[in-house]
């Protein structure tokens, strides 16, 4: 089987009601994408147990699924592996990840991207290790204002962030989908802030 007990996979966004999808390590066990299945597109669902035949039933649903409905794992989002990481570093080694378990930021680019597989672990160039397994996050950038809204329009959370008279920085969210610029506490953008503070898209 290609997916166990458990599993968190996220169904296919482009599945058609009527088509028949196919187990892929069982090609003769196949099933129909029916009406009452479509609620679940596009959304991240758990494997609650496989029948004798080797097809799926997610939480949820009694319906049958199977490997070709499905169209990977499902990661936890905005969440990426230190193998992804050593990727995305090797892409663009100006950006920052951090370690939410203990808050250690990335390694430098060139430490990782030298680094050598041992195992389940990736050794750095300064000696230091990190498992293959361990959770990264991308540490946002700022943006220019023009490029936040234009992420607003487009259906991303964004964020203005700025320090206050005592230092503290205070941070307003603008949910996605609003046509006016109001953040989730209700404060409205001021002039002052396309000139003060900054602006990020949230993952």
């Given amino acids: 089987m290609k997916y166990k007990v458990g ?3 996220k169904v296919r966004s482009d599945l058609e009601v009527g088509r028949t999808y196919y187990n ?7 099933d129909s994408f029916i009406h009452s299945m479509v609620e679940f597109i ?3 669902v758990v494997i609650k147990r496989i029948t004798g035949a080797g097809k799926y039933i997610i939480d949820g649903s009694g319906m049958n699924w199977t490997d ?8 936890e ?7 992804e990481v050593v990727k995305a570093l090797t892409e663009n080694p100006e950006i920052t990840f951090v370690r939410p378990s203990d808050g250690v ?7 990782i991207r030298a680094g050598k597989i041992t195992g389940k672990y990736l050794k750095q160039t300064d000696g230091e290790s990190v498992m293959l397994s361990d959770d990264w996050e991308l540490v946002p950038q700022p943006v220019s204002f023009m490029e936040a809204v234009e992420a607003k329009y487009k259906g991303k959370e964004i964020e203005y962030r700025f320090k206050d008279k005592q230092g503290e ?13 109001v953040s989730d506490n209700g404060w409205v953008l001021d ?3 396309l000139f003060e503070g900054e602006w990020f898209i949230k993952a």
């Fill in 77 to 83: 989002e905005g969440k990426l592996k230190t193998w």
């Fill in 169 to 181: 920085t205070i941070t307003h969210t603008f949910k996605a989908g609003r046509s006016m610029l």
């Fill in 7 to 9: 599993d968190k996979v």
């Fill in 24 to 30: 892929k390590t069982q090609e003769h066990e196949h």
């Fill in 191 to 193: 002039i002052e802030a």
């Fill in 105 to 111: 930021r990335t390694m430098l680019g060139d430490k």
């Fill in 42 to 44: 596009g959304k991240n």
């Fill in 68 to 75: 070709e409905m499905f169209e990977e794992l499902a990661k």
